[in-house]
C-alpha cells in the first residue's frame, strides 16, 4: 500500500507521540457532563500511532474508487466551493466502559477505558454527500449502494503516519449511510466553532453521527468508493463484536472474516453524583433511577438540550433515597422512543466493545439518610 505524503517533514510542524506510545486517555466523568457541548480541552483521545501536525495549505483529500471521475480537494476547495453544514453529535469509543465489563462480567483485551471515551461535540464541514456527487454519482443511491450482489461502502484512510498494526489507518461504512442527507455525515473542519486542532484530526476528519469512532477518520486523506469494507487492520481485525466462546486470540483468527464490524454506538446511561449523561443512536424518551438494586425505579428529569437532539447525549437529573451506610449503589436504565430498554448488562466479547448494561455509581457512603 503507498504512502500519501502531502506534507514533507519541512512543513509540518512536528509530532506528538509514538507508535509504542500513542495518545489515549480520558476526563473524569465530572468534568464530562459539566456541559452539554464537550470543550476540546477535556475531549477523550484514542490513537493508534502519533499525531501529526499537518500544513493545511498543502494537504488535499483524494476521491477516488469506482466514481465517475476521480479528483483532489484542497482545504479551501472543502471550505468554499460546498455549502457548510453544522451538527451536533455524541462522538463515542467503540471501547468506552470497557472497564466495566472486565470487572462485571470477564477479563477482556483491550485498554481499560472507564465511562468517559465519548463527547459531545458540534462539528462543521461540506456534506460527504455533496463531495461524493461531484464525481458524478447518480443521486438516487437505492441505485448504487448494491453493485454485483454487494453492499458499496465508503473507505475513510489517512496514510499521514504510521500505526501500531498498520502502515496506516483506515475505516469503512456504507454507501447509502454516507449519500442519505438526513445521515447528516461531513468532513469536518470545524469543531465547536474553531478550527480542528491536531489532536481532533487537522486539517479534516470524517464526522459519521451514530456511528462508532473508530470510523470518524482523522486526518483525513482519501475516500474511497468500492465494493467491500476497508482492508485496514482495524476495520478487518478489531471493533468487531466476536461471539462469546472466541476466549482468545488464537480463537478470534477464524471469526474475524465472518463477524460483522461494530457500526451502531449502544444506548446507554451512567450515573455519576447524581448527574449523568446518555449517548444514544435513538432519541431517549426516559431514563430510571434505581437505588435499591433495580427492585424499584424513579424517573430522571432529562435536562433541555438546547440543540437537536437527534445524534446527541442527554443530560439528565434525578433525585432518589438511599439509606446511610458504606457499599450503596446507584444504576439506571434508559428508554428510547422505539420502547427499548436497557438491560442490566450487554453480553461478553473479547475485545471489550459496544457496553451498554446499566449505568453504575458504587461504593458510595451515605452520611445521612435523604433524598440525594
Not at 443521486?139 to 484512510?157: A, L, N, P
Not at 476497508?230 to 466476536?242: A, C, E, G
Request: proline content about 5%; glycine content about 8%.
Amino acid at each position: 500500500m503507498e504512502l500519501l505524503s502531502y506534507c514533507s517533514i519541512d512543513e509540518v510542524r512536528g509530532i506528538d507521540y509514538s507508535v509504542d506510545d500513542p495518545l489515549n486517555r480520558e476526563p473524569s466523568t465530572k468534568e464530562l457532563v459539566s456541559s452539554f457541548i464537550t470543550p476540546s480541552n477535556i475531549a477523550y483521545d484514542r490513537n493508534h500511532g502519533a499525531i501529526p501536525h499537518i500544513a493545511s495549505s498543502k494537504h488535499f483529500v483524494r476521491v477516488n474508487g469506482q466514481v465517475p471521475h476521480s479528483y483532489n480537494l484542497t482545504v479551501h476547495q472543502l471550505a468554499t466551493e460546498f455549502p457548510q453544514h453544522e451538527v451536533t453529535c455524541a462522538l463515542e469509543c467503540a471501547g468506552n466502559r470497557r472497564h466495566a465489563m472486565r470487572t462485571l462480567l470477564k477479563e477482556v483485551d483491550g485498554i481499560d477505558w472507564g465511562d468517559a471515551a465519548v463527547m459531545n461535540c458540534t462539528w462543521k464541514g461540506p456534506r460527504l454527500r455533496d463531495v461524493l456527487l461531484r464525481t458524478g454519482m447518480a443521486e438516487d443511491e437505492d441505485k448504487i449502494q448494491w453493485t454485483r450482489g454487494r453492499w458499496m461502502h465508503v473507505c475513510f484512510s489517512s496514510y499521514q503516519v504510521r500505526c501500531q498494526e498498520d502502515k496506516w489507518f483506515g475505516g469503512s461504512v456504507e454507501l447509502g449511510r454516507c449519500l442519505a442527507e438526513e445521515g447528516d455525515v461531513i468532513l469536518a473542519l470545524e469543531m465547536n466553532g474553531t478550527p480542528l486542532t491536531a489532536r481532533h484530526g487537522h486539517p479534516v476528519r470524517a464526522v459519521i453521527p451514530g456511528i462508532s469512532g473508530s470510523k470518524w477518520v482523522k486526518w483525513l486523506d482519501r475516500i474511497t468508493v468500492q465494493d467491500h469494507e476497508s482492508p485496514n487492520f482495524y476495520q478487518r481485525h478489531d471493533y468487531r463484536v466476536l461471539p462469546p466462546e472466541v476466549t482468545d486470540k488464537d480463537t478470534a483468527e477464524k471469526f474475524w472474516p465472518i463477524s460483522p464490524p461494530l457500526y451502531d454506538i449502544p444506548d446507554w446511561s451512567k450515573s455519576k453524583d447524581m448527574r449523568c449523561r446518555m449517548v444514544q443512536m435513538a432519541p431517549v424518551t426516559r431514563v430510571e433511577v434505581s437505588g435499591d438494586g433495580g427492585k424499584t425505579w424513579v424517573d430522571a428529569t432529562l435536562e433541555e438540550p438546547g440543540a437537536s437532539m437527534k445524534w446527541c447525549w442527554v443530560l439528565w437529573k434525578a433525585s432518589i433515597h438511599l439509606p446511610m451506610g458504606k457499599g450503596r449503589e446507584i444504576v439506571s436504565r434508559a428508554m428510547d422512543r422505539g420502547y427499548n430498554r436497557q438491560k442490566e448488562h450487554s453480553e461478553w466479547n473479547l475485545r471489550g466493545v459496544g457496553y451498554n448494561g446499566y449505568g453504575r455509581a458504587s461504593d458510595l457512603t451515605v452520611v445521612s439518610s435523604t433524598h440525594l
